[in-house]
């Protein structure tokens, strides 16, 4: 009996059952009778000087069981995810520098004790200069955030002759764009739970990293890595949230110290007040292009606030530089990209690292060039679009996976018969269709991010693939399962899984940067590879026959004519003492950036997308709709339809509150001040997934969790233009900036009419 | 101040003390264990807290224990069968892909549950209405509106 092919299906996600009935038990979920909780005492202000921290009243209160400072801390208080810029210490040393910032961690019998002791803390602060504007920071004088100083990163890209592209160009567009901050807003917040056990910190915690998790915890322990234990518990959601060590440091050090089991989770609140964001972004562009269309230059400036933190800044700040120029063939381009400390909210890893920010810019000024030569904003695309053998503006020679064109062209139908609707529009509603396109470079930049696996085979011919690659909801452990499955000829549904346990699983890295799919799913085929030899290895023995003409699944191996069962294959295996094991490695192909021009390759391979929106906007009251979007999407090839379609969606709507809704300021305490699209907020989307085969990827995929969001507020951001008239270049196009759009357009007109009468 | 209440919690009498101010997500999550109850925001605004309470679904993070005294909880814990056969409307949820995370799943199908019994064939709109309080970051929604849908098309 033949198998259908494993990859290529919709298979059900693995772990729905128990995530339908309540079963599945979450970091959140954790506590269990006789646990002690912790609780963090925040400064509420900052930057200040900590004069007094008297926790005698504290550690008095009873019900508490111990309360900790940054001297209790017996390892290297600095956590961080860059190993450069390890500068975040888990507990204030001496200072605040921001208000987030934890100076005591209380545990306690019940979590009502730690509270109501953190209450009789007594804490004096003293104010320190502070600076908020990233501008001020750079100059001379301003108080230092930054251990080193308040540049956190730098980076260029530079290609070609931009000022002699200048003179040449046809049209020449300059504009400033913003984006603000945002938040992950995972619905399930930061939780988990650590004890001690057999000499070991074993920590148990959402998180989008264990292995790295481990690896900082250590490090702040002061003990070998093999000193602690990472378990990736059931993750409600990540987004990049999740991948700073947050609250696993308060976790690791109670256990450690109290050897006793100890429970955590972060209020919404803390959640808001105390981790990462998404960087808000100065983008100043000038962009220009030749009178058919074709693009010549880019040059951008960018700019933005770390806050008091590096977390991922110093990728973020590459990768936006690296993708400044959008999908499109630009023989001239300059890029330049800086971070800053200041004393605000830290900003981090956010589901696309720099490229959304980037794109509401380089798609921005496809389509004011476009305008200005009369040209459709889509052909304006096509023409400029990268195709298989380009190059990018790093001087990568793309393969042949670089879908862009058949993506855009996918978008016609839906883009011409909504353009034609609005045309049509009338009266009250101003409707207008926007385009959003993007690549993405799957993986960390320029930088080796290799990822293990492991398969294992039992004596039953049960297949068990052990991952350290956190699944946040995305899908990885469905689709690594499928990856393992069509190498082996094996059933997915019958593959058994160990994943995200630093005693159990190898390191797969992160699961970010869309790379699990690429980089683990060919570690694991590489692992598949191996098992499979074996297996062929022993087949060929008993058959007699060479492996190459062996056919092998799950039933056995067979060659000219004669079969083998499978059980037999393996008793031949055990006889001889084999274990029925292999590991797969990889690590992508990369190579350094230039640090003048920003000159290599930085990934493996791309994604490519795009997306339509069409947006309607009430003319009397500013209030905005995006009923429909269709969005296209190159992921090499698709290892679980469903599963790809889910990312999209999923992406088009977050993309969508970033687009119309999502600002992060201190000011919000929760989701009523945070707000995050609902469901009745939702479009209908059209996912479409194109198919280009990439040479690299486990049978051709590349990845799409971050792409799926990258082009949608571009997309709004051109709808709504269209509708009102003029672009606005502030994200987010909040109600009140509609507004101010629309009461502009009716002074404009009302001057015309004055002038025309 | 405690005080000792009584309710039926998914089909279930129940007698347990509650305290002034304890909220029913407490309640549930504390004292009575069931932790398919979700706290995603404790402030009434992402309904991860959802359950049924005498056929309404409501944010039981803001809502009083005592309050319960005498009525019927219904939690994500008692929707499938004793054998364990799904709810039509979380076998919906699976078989639609409507799960991603699953932090938001129980709200949801509670909401949509809620919403069923009221109304069994409701439009597009009503879907949105009802489902309106249950944020998820992950789907995207629209595999969650045809996952009642179709729940709502397998009930007779
Ligand atoms: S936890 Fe109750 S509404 Fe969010
Ligand atoms: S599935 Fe993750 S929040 Fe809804």
């Given at each position: 009996?033949?198998?259908p092919?494993?990859?290529?299906l919709?298979l059900?996600?693995?772990?729905?059952l128990?995530?339908?009935?309540?079963?599945?038990?979450?970091?959140?979920?954790?506590a269990?009778?006789g646990?002690l909780h912790?609780f963090?005492?925040?400064?509420?202000?900052g930057?200040?000087?900590i004069q007094r921290?008297d926790?005698?009243?504290?550690r008095?209160?009873?019900?508490?069981?111990?309360?900790?400072?940054?001297?209790?801390i017996?390892?290297?208080?600095?956590v961080?995810?860059?190993a450069?810029?390890?500068?975040?210490?888990?507990?204030?040393?001496?200072?605040?520098?921001?208000?987030g910032d934890?100076?005591?961690?209380?545990?306690?019998?019940?979590l009502?004790?730690?509270r109501?002791?953190a209450?009789?803390?007594?804490?004096?602060l003293e104010?320190?200069?502070?600076?908020?504007?990233?501008r001020?920071?750079l100059l001379?004088?301003?108080?230092k955030v930054?251990?080193?100083g308040?540049?956190?990163w730098?980076?260029?890209v530079?290609?070609g002759d931009p000022?002699?592209?200048?003179?040449?160009?046809?049209?020449?567009v300059?504009?400033?764009?913003?984006?603000?901050?945002?938040?992950?807003?995972a619905?399930?917040p930061e939780?988990?739970?650590a004890?001690w056990?057999?000499?070991?910190?074993?920590?148990?915690?959402s998180?989008?990293n264990?292995?790295?998790?481990?690896?900082?915890l250590?490090?702040?322990l002061?003990?070998?890595?093999?000193?602690?234990?990472?378990?990736?518990?059931?993750t409600?959601?990540g987004?990049?949230?999740?991948?700073d060590l947050?609250?696993?440091?308060?976790?690791?050090?109670?256990a450690?110290?109290?050897?006793?089991?100890?429970?955590?989770?972060y209020?919404?609140?803390?959640s808001l007040?105390?981790?990462a964001k998404?960087?808000?972004l100065?983008?100043?562009?000038?962009?220009?292009?030749?009178?058919?269309g074709?693009?010549?230059?880019c040059?951008?400036e960018i700019?933005?606030?770390?806050?008091v933190?590096?977390?991922?800044?110093p990728a973020?700040?590459?990768?936006?530089?690296?993708?400044a120029?959008?999908?499109y063939r630009?023989?001239?381009v300059?890029?330049?990209?800086?971070?800053?400390?200041?004393?605000?909210?830290?900003?981090g890893?956010?589901?696309?690292?720099?490229?959304?920010?980037?794109?509401l810019a380089?798609?921005?000024?496809?389509?004011?060039?476009?305008?200005?030569?009369g040209?459709?904003?889509?052909?304006m695309?096509i023409?400029n679009?990268?195709?298989p053998?380009?190059?990018?503006?790093?001087?990568?020679?793309?393969?042949?996976?670089?879908g862009?064109v058949?993506c855009?062209e996918a978008?016609?139908p839906?883009?011409?018969?909504?353009?034609?609707?609005?045309?049509?529009?009338?009266?009250?509603?101003?409707?207008?269709v926007g385009l959003?396109?993007?690549?993405?470079g799957?993986?960390?930049?320029a930088?080796?991010?290799?990822?293990?696996a492991?398969?294992e085979?039992d004596a039953?011919?049960?297949l068990?693939?052990?991952?350290?690659?956190?699944?946040?909801g995305?899908g990885s452990d469905t689709?690594?399962?499928?990856?393992?499955?069509?190498?082996?000829?094996?059933?997915?549904?019958?593959?058994r899984l160990?994943?995200?346990?630093?005693a159990?699983t190898l390191?797969?890295?992160?699961?970010?940067?869309?790379?699990?799919?690429f980089?683990?799913?060919n570690?694991v085929?590489?692992?598949?590879?191996g098992?499979?030899?074996?297996?062929?290895?022993?087949?060929?023995?008993?058959?007699g026959?060479?492996?190459?003409?062996?056919?092998?699944?799950?039933?056995?191996?067979?060659?000219a004519?004669?079969g083998?069962?499978?059980?037999?294959?393996l008793?031949g295996?055990q006889?001889r003492?084999?274990?029925?094991q292999?590991?797969?490695?990889?690590d992508p192909?990369?190579?350094p950036l230039?640090?003048a021009?920003?000159?290599?390759?930085?990934?493996?391979?791309?994604?490519?997308?795009?997306?339509?929106?069409l947006?309607?906007?009430?003319?009397?009251?500013?209030?905005?709709?995006?009923p429909q979007?269709?969005?296209?999407?190159?992921?090499g090839?698709?290892?679980?339809?469903?599963?790809v379609?889910?990312?999209?969606?999923?992406?088009v709507v977050m993309?969508?509150?970033?687009?119309?809704?999502?600002?992060?300021?201190?000011?919000c305490?929760n989701?009523?001040q945070y707000h995050i699209p609902?469901?009745?907020?939702?479009?209908?989307?059209?996912?479409?997934?194109?198919?280009?085969?990439?040479?690299?990827g486990?049978f051709g995929?590349?990845?799409?969790?971050?792409p799926?969001?990258?082009p949608?507020?571009p997309?709004?951001?051109?709808?709504?233009a269209?509708?009102?008239?003029?672009?606005?270049?502030?994200?987010p196009?909040?109600l009140?900036?509609?507004?101010?759009?629309?009461m502009?357009?009716?002074k404009?007109e009302?001057?015309?009419?004055?002038?025309?009468? | 101040?405690k005080?000792?209440?009584?309710?039926?919690l998914?089909?279930?009498a129940v007698?347990?003390?509650?305290?002034?101010g304890?909220?029913l997500?407490?309640l549930?999550r504390?004292?009575?264990?069931l932790?398919?109850?979700?706290?995603?925001?404790?402030?009434?605004?992402?309904?991860?807290?959802?359950?049924?309470?005498?056929?309404?679904?409501?944010?039981?993070?803001i809502?009083?224990?005592l309050e319960?005294?005498?009525?019927?909880?219904?939690?994500?814990e008692?929707?499938?069968?004793?054998?364990?056969?799904?709810?039509p409307?979380?076998?919906?949820?699976?078989?639609n892909?409507?799960?991603?995370?699953?932090?938001c799943?129980?709200?949801?199908?509670?909401s949509?549950?809620?919403?069923?019994?009221?109304n069994p064939?409701?439009s597009?709109?009503?879907?949105?209405?009802?489902?309106?309080?249950?944020?998820?970051r992950?789907?995207?929604?629209?595999?969650?509106i045809?996952?009642?849908?179709?729940?709502?098309?397998?009930?007779p």
């Open positions: 009996m033949s198998l092919s494993q990859v290529g919709s059900a996600r693995r772990g729905g128990e995530r339908v009935t309540g079963a599945c038990l979450f970091g959140v979920d954790l269990q009778p646990d912790l963090a005492l925040r400064a509420g202000s930057p200040a000087r921290l926790l005698a009243a504290a008095a209160y009873p019900g508490v069981v111990a309360v900790f400072t940054a001297a209790d017996p390892g290297i208080n600095r961080g995810i860059i450069k810029v390890k500068d975040q210490p888990i507990l204030a040393e001496g200072q605040t520098r921001y208000p934890a100076v005591a961690l209380i545990a306690a019998e019940s009502t004790a730690a109501a002791a209450r009789l803390a007594r804490l004096e104010p320190l200069p502070a600076v908020s504007d990233p001020q920071a001379p004088g301003a108080p930054g251990e080193a308040n540049l956190l730098e980076a260029r530079r290609k000022d002699g592209a200048l003179a040449r160009a046809a049209v020449v300059t504009n400033t764009y913003t984006t603000s901050k945002a938040e992950h807003a619905i399930e939780g988990g739970r004890w056990q057999d000499g070991l910190v074993v920590v148990r915690a998180t989008q264990p292995h790295h998790d481990r690896h900082d250590a490090r702040l002061g003990l070998p890595e093999e000193g602690v234990r990472v378990i990736q518990a059931e409600g959601g987004f990049g949230g999740k991948l947050g609250l696993q440091g308060f976790l690791a050090l109670a450690w110290h109290l050897k006793r089991p100890v429970v955590m989770t209020t919404r609140e803390e007040a105390a981790t998404r960087h808000g100065v983008m100043e562009y000038t962009s220009a292009a030749d009178e058919q074709r693009l010549l230059l040059q951008a700019f933005g606030d770390s806050g933190y590096a977390s991922y800044g973020v700040c590459v990768r936006a530089a690296v993708h120029s959008g999908p630009v023989p001239h300059e890029a330049h990209s800086r971070l800053v400390y200041t004393n605000n909210a830290w900003c890893a956010m589901r696309g690292f720099g490229v959304p920010q980037v794109a380089h798609e921005g000024q496809m389509d004011e060039l476009a305008q200005r030569l040209l459709d904003p889509l052909e695309r023409i679009a990268l195709r053998g380009d190059e990018t503006a790093t001087g990568q020679r793309l393969g042949r996976s670089a862009l058949q855009l978008l016609r839906h883009y011409g018969q909504w353009r034609r609707e609005a045309a049509r529009s009338e009266g009250q509603y101003l409707r207008g959003g396109a993007m690549f993405y799957i993986g960390n930049t930088m080796s991010n290799p990822a293990s492991r398969l085979m039953e011919g049960r068990c693939l052990f991952t350290g690659a956190a699944e946040l995305q689709v690594l399962c499928q990856i393992a499955a069509e190498t082996l000829g094996w059933p997915a549904q019958d593959v160990v994943r995200g346990d630093t159990r390191n797969a890295g992160a699961t970010s940067a869309s790379r699990q799919t980089i683990s799913g570690a085929q590489l692992a598949a590879q098992l499979r030899g074996l297996l062929l290895e022993q087949a060929a023995a008993l058959l026959a060479p492996p190459q003409d062996i056919a092998l699944d799950h039933g056995g191996a067979r060659a004519g004669k083998l069962p499978l059980a037999d294959l008793r295996l006889e003492g084999v274990v029925v292999a590991v797969g490695d990889y192909p990369t190579t230039d640090p021009s920003g000159q290599g390759v930085p990934y493996p391979t791309y994604a490519f997308a795009a997306q339509a929106a947006v309607e906007v009430d003319a009397d009251s500013g209030l905005t709709r995006v979007v269709a969005a296209a999407h190159d992921v090839r698709a290892m679980n339809p469903r599963a379609e889910a990312q999209i969606k999923g992406g993309g969508l509150g970033y687009a119309l809704m999502e600002e992060y300021t201190p000011r305490s989701l009523h609902t469901i009745a907020d939702a479009p209908r989307i059209v996912p479409i997934i194109v198919e280009s085969d990439d040479e690299a486990p995929a590349k990845g799409v969790g971050e799926a969001l990258i949608t507020a997309a709004v951001a051109g709808g709504l269209q509708a009102l008239g003029r672009r606005l270049f502030d994200q196009f909040s009140e900036r509609i507004m101010a759009a629309l502009e357009g009716r404009t009302r001057q015309k009419d004055e002038a025309g009468s | 101040m005080r000792a209440i009584e309710f039926r998914n089909g279930q007698h347990v003390e509650a305290r002034g304890q909220t997500l407490e549930l504390q004292e009575l264990g932790n398919g109850v979700k706290e995603g925001c404790g402030a009434g605004e992402c309904g991860a807290c959802t359950v049924i309470v005498d056929g309404q679904a409501l944010t039981s993070c809502f009083p224990a319960v005294e005498g009525a019927s909880v219904t939690t994500i008692g929707l499938a069968a004793p054998d364990g056969t799904l709810h409307v979380q076998e919906a949820f699976v078989r892909g409507a799960v991603q995370c699953g932090f799943t129980p709200g949801q199908i509670l949509a549950k809620a919403l069923l019994d009221l064939h409701p597009e709109e009503q879907i949105r209405t009802a489902l309106e309080g249950n944020l998820c992950c789907t995207g929604y629209q595999q969650i045809e996952a009642v849908k179709a729940a709502a098309e397998d009930q």
